[in-house]
C-alpha cells in the first residue's frame, strides 16, 4: 500500500509547478518559524531529540513547533517554549495520510523552513511538508523525497543516522550564521 501511496504523491508532485528559486542563504538567515518533524521511528526519534538544541541554536530567535506522534509524548520536552503538534490515529486516514483537520493545523502557520529529521521516505511527514507552504523544505536525502522538498542533504552512505544528523545541523549552522556575520 506503501508503494502506491508513495508513487501517486510523486506523480502528483510532478503535475504540479514547482515553487521556483529559493535564496536559501537569505530563506535560513531570515527565518522566524520553523517546523520539525520529528522522526516517526522511535529510535530515530531518539537520535534526532539530541539535535535539537543545536537547530535552536541555529535559528535562535525564530518560533518553532515541533511535529511528533502522540504516543512520543513523553519524549519531548513540552516545557519548552516551542509549539507542538501531536498526531493521533485519528489525524491519519487508511492511507497513512493527513486528514483535513491535521492539514489545516499545519496550514494555519505560515513556515518559512520546514525541517523533516525522518530518515526514510515517510508518506505523512512528506505531504504535510509539501502543504505546507514553506519556501524551504529539508530533509535528509532519499530518492523518493526529491520532488517534495528543496534542500535534500546527502551524507555519505557509511554514516550512522547520529552523524547524518550532525552534518546537517553543522551545516544549517554554517549557512544560518554566515549570513548574519
Same mark, same amino acid.
Given at each position: 500500500m506503501e508503494k502506491i501511496v508513495t508513487s501517486f504523491l510523486?506523480?502528483?508532485? &510532478?503535475?504540479?509547478?514547482s515553487q521556483g528559486v529559493v535564496d536559501f542563504g537569505s530563506a535560513l538567515a531570515s527565518a522566524k518559524s520553523l517546523l520539525l518533524?520529528?522522526?516517526?521511528?522511535?529510535?530515530?526519534? *531518539?537520535?534526532a531529540r539530541n539535535y535539537i538544541s543545536e537547530i535552536k541554536n541555529d535559528f535562535? *530567535?525564530? &518560533?518553532f513547533v515541533f511535529l511528533t506522534r502522540e504516543n512520543n509524548k513523553s519524549l519531548l520536552d513540552v516545557n519548552q517554549p516551542h509549539g507542538t503538534i501531536f498526531v493521533s490515529s485519528e489525524d491519519i486516514n487508511r492511507l497513512g495520510l493527513p486528514k483535513k483537520n491535521l492539514q489545516l493545523r499545519i496550514l494555519a502557520t505560515d513556515f518559512d523552513? #520546514?525541517?523533516?529529521?525522518?530518515?526514510?521516505?515517510h508518506p505523512l511527514s512528506t505531504?504535510?511538508?509539501k502543504i505546507s507552504h514553506a519556501p524551504v523544505k529539508i530533509c535528509?536525502?532519499?530518492?523518493?523525497?526529491?520532488?517534495?522538498?528543496?534542500?535534500?542533504?546527502?551524507?555519505?552512505s557509511r554514516k550512522?543516522?547520529?552523524?547524518?544528523?550532525? #552534518?546537517?545541523?553543522?551545516?544549517?549552522g554554517v549557512c544560518a550564521q554566515s549570513t548574519h556575520g
Open positions: 510523486k506523480l502528483s508532485a &510532478k503535475i504540479k509547478k518533524i520529528m522522526p516517526d521511528n522511535p529510535d530515530h526519534f *531518539g537520535i535562535a *530567535g525564530a &518560533k523552513i #520546514v525541517i523533516d529529521l525522518n530518515f526514510d521516505f505531504l504535510l511538508c535528509l536525502y532519499n530518492r523518493d523525497r526529491e520532488p517534495f522538498y528543496n534542500f535534500s542533504f546527502r551524507t555519505t550512522n543516522l547520529e552523524e547524518k544528523y550532525q #552534518v546537517l545541523t553543522n551545516y544549517l
